[in-house]
Nanobody, 119 residues
């Protein structure tokens, strides 16, 4: 099992920046990818950014050019730098880890951290 602890988040004005960090513990050697998802009430959780162990990145269209995911310095600790934040980025952000399991990839989740973009 992988345990995830998030830090960062908070409230920022439109156009501002925030950084989220996530640290994994437990079976970190099994982690294939780490990423960030977000969720607003009444909507499904959606992928924001993902980074694999071999440095392949995936970004949601809404995040491209504004958000950067990186490992610090290994895959068990990742950060999400969010610039040029917009009110529509307001959500609870969840750290995610993917590890191979018996029936395919298994997800581990952090507790979530609130990001609010408001003037």
């Amino acid at each position: 099992q992988v345990q995830l602890v998030e830090s960062g988040g908070g409230t920022v004005q439109p156009g501002g920046s925030l950084s989220l960090s996530c640290a994994a513990s437990g079976r970190i050697f099994s982690i294939y990818a780490m990423g960030w998802y977000r969720q607003v009430p009444g909507k499904q959780r959606e992928l924001v950014a993902q980074l694999t162990r071999d440095d392949t990145t995936t970004y949601a269209d809404s995040a491209k050019g504004r958000f950067t995911i990186s490992k610090n310095p290994t895959i068990d600790t990742v950060s999400l730098q969010m610039n040029s934040l917009k009110p529509e980025d307001t959500a609870v952000y969840y750290c995610n880890a993917k590890s191979p399991g018996r029936s395919g990839m298994e997800d581990s989740w952090g507790q979530g951290t609130q990001v609010t973009v408001s003037s």
